[in-house]
């Protein structure tokens, strides 16, 4: 199902725009907020797999919730990303914030969540290590989606879509060089939430055991993005924007996903939470994967029962 959503993505957002001129492609009603809502339902669906139904439940809600509230204190202060109003292009408003824009944040926050996790080690998912390395995490995860914003906030803000005006032109496209400082902000606060509670309640993986499914979020974030750049963003910038906002995401991610030390050229993965273990001469027929979780450290280890009488 989650590859459905990234193919309609794919297309709508990348393959139609990339023939427009030439052939005339069906289009999706509803622009860019049934985008919006296809991304969305790919994120939610992927995670639900990828980290479990309550994971995935825990790191919804913590986005849409933290980024209402920055989002609402930035709408009516102008202290979080300088100051700006949403029009009605994106819908009905909760507040001073229409209601997709928390959604839309979890489109971002989990593929920048998974990309992290590719950029610094095997698996897609999870925080392992001390706090040092979840502070590291959390802040790898807020720059790399922050890296996103360098194409979506001059194109949804801009003159094709304008979803939000500035009170101020910034020296960017037009935005604000606090916006983007905000959106650190935020996402740290998302991911340092998120990544606390997940230390303590480990993924629980349902179907994806291997690394090939869990990078599809590393072709999405690509295929996000590239959709953005052929929406008229200017074509100056392009050349300065890609390689950071595209290629930071992309190339190291598939690099992670295609390695024989770490990728999807192994058949299997130990993912946080899931372990394939050591089969003794009665069990070597069963192959199955087993969750065990050490108590003190939050790393999983398998144990064979073999091991056991040693």
């Not at 709508?12 to 049934?34: E, K």
């Not at 050490?294 to 790393?299: E, H, L, N, V």
């Amino acid at each position: 199902m989650a590859g459905l959503f990234l193919a309609v993505l794919a297309y709508d957002g990348v393959l139609r725009r990339l023939f427009d001129g030439l052939v005339a492609l069906p289009v999706i009603p509803g622009g860019l907020n049934s985008l919006i809502v296809i991304l969305l339902l790919f994120s939610l669906w992927h995670a639900s797999h990828a980290l479990g139904v309550r994971l995935t439940l825990v790191f919804f809600v913590i986005t849409a919730v933290t980024s209402w509230i920055f989002e609402e204190i930035g709408v009516t202060t102008g202290l979080i990303y300088g100051p700006y109003h949403y029009t009605s292009t994106l819908g009905p408003w909760l507040g001073s914030v229409p209601v997709l824009i928390p959604l839309a944040w979890f489109v971002l926050v989990y593929p920048s969540y998974v990309v992290a996790n590719l950029l610094v080690g095997r698996s897609p998912v999870g925080t392992p290590g001390g706090r040092a390395h979840l502070v590291g995490l959390v802040l790898l995860g807020a720059l790399v989606m922050t890296a996103a914003d360098l194409v979506v906030d001059p194109i949804l803000s801009g003159p094709s879509f304008r979803g939000w005006v500035w009170g101020s032109a910034g020296p960017y496209y037009g935005v604000p060089v606090q916006n983007y400082l905000g959106w650190i902000v935020t996402a740290f606060t998302v991911y340092l939430l998120y990544r606390s509670v997940e230390r303590r309640a480990l993924p629980q993986p349902v179907g994806l055991r291997s690394l090939g499914p869990h990078g599809m979020p590393v072709l999405a974030d690509a295929a996000m993005l590239l959709a953005n750049l052929r929406s008229g963003v200017a074509s100056a910038v392009i050349p300065v924007i890609t390689p950071v906002a595209v290629g930071l995401p992309v190339v190291p991610g598939f690099v992670r996903l295609v390695s024989p030390k770490g990728g999807a050229a192994r058949r299997t993965s130990r993912l946080p939470g899931w372990s394939r273990p050591r089969l003794s001469n009665h069990s070597r027929a069963a192959d199955s994967y087993t969750p065990i979780a050490a108590a003190t450290s939050g790393q999983v280890r398998s144990v064979s029962p073999s091991s056991r009488r040693r």
